[in-house]
């Protein structure tokens, strides 16, 4: 079994460690060799995305360091895991090291159908799902074929939803738009950022959505945000977390 070198991103550290937890237990779960470098820290998006390069190149030689030597990377973080496998050239420059950790990052949902080749999932979710779909999984790691694109259907993180017994999953009139979180950008332009999230949230509501689910915790705390603030606060939760109760195996 590789040896996979578990990445748990700042905002899941610091503000979701529960969704830490249940990434882990899903790996273990499999039967996957996880190990959790200590000295891990930010992958360095925040000031990269700000147009900080200088300020993020040490985190990403940090990242290179810690993680070269792992099988394998998994993150519960689409946009972590974008910027390591699409950015951290930017701030590296090429070599056969950056190459082959960048090949070798995943986030969870494709890390579970596409290496461990996850095709039998066992559990029950009775709820009605609104399925959050960010933009960094969808349109940097096509997770998803998003709805500009003209392939063949496929979404990753949905194979492993909908065995689950009882799950619905909601349709929503546009779905795969986004919540406006954005990182730096529901700073900048926060009021942007809100309406773009009442706008996502509306949808998830009006669709009947008992439940979000998502990939990317940064996504799911700008709508949960949002939430609170309307008071009418609608549960959130990663995929993790759902997958968490249940068995999975090849």
């Known amino acids: 079994m590789p040896r996979v070198g ?91 090291e950056l190459t082959r950790l960048a090949e070798r990052t995943w986030e969870l949902c494709e890390y579970l159908v596409d290496v461990v080749k996850v095709r039998r999932v066992d559990g029950d979710f009775p709820h009605r799902v609104g399925y959050h779909r960010s933009c960094h999984g969808l349109r940097e790691l096509r997770l998803a074929r998003s709805s500009e694109r003209m392939d063949p259907p496929y979404d990753k993180p949905l194979q492993l939803l909908l065995p689950l017994r009882g799950i619905q999953i ?3 009139k546009r779905p795969d738009e986004c919540c406006g979180f954005g990182g730096t950008f529901a700073v900048t332009e926060e009021a942007v950022s809100a309406m773009m999230g009442r706008d996502r949230l509306a949808d998830h509501r009006e669709a009947g959505a008992e439940v979000i689910v998502g990939y990317d ?22 995929v993790a977390e759902v997958l968490e109760g249940a068995r999975l195996s090849p």
């Open 217 to 238: 915790v940064s996504c799911l705390m700008h709508l949960d945000g949002i939430a609170r603030k309307q008071g009418k606060p609608v549960r959130m939760m990663h």
């Open 170 to 172: 909601v349709e929503l």
């Open 6 to 96: 578990l990445f748990i991103p700042c905002y899941v550290d610091q503000l979701y460690p529960r969704v830490g937890l249940a990434t882990l237990r899903v790996l273990r779960g499999l039967g996957v060799e996880v190990d959790f470098p200590e000295e891990q820290t930010c992958c360095g998006q925040p000031m990269y995305n700000t147009g900080c390069s200088r300020e993020a190149r040490p985190l990403a030689e940090r990242f290179l360091r810690l993680f070269a030597g792992y099988d394998a990377v998994v993150a519960p973080s689409a946009s972590c895991v974008s910027m390591v496998k699409h950015h951290y050239r930017d701030l590296l420059g090429d070599s056969p």
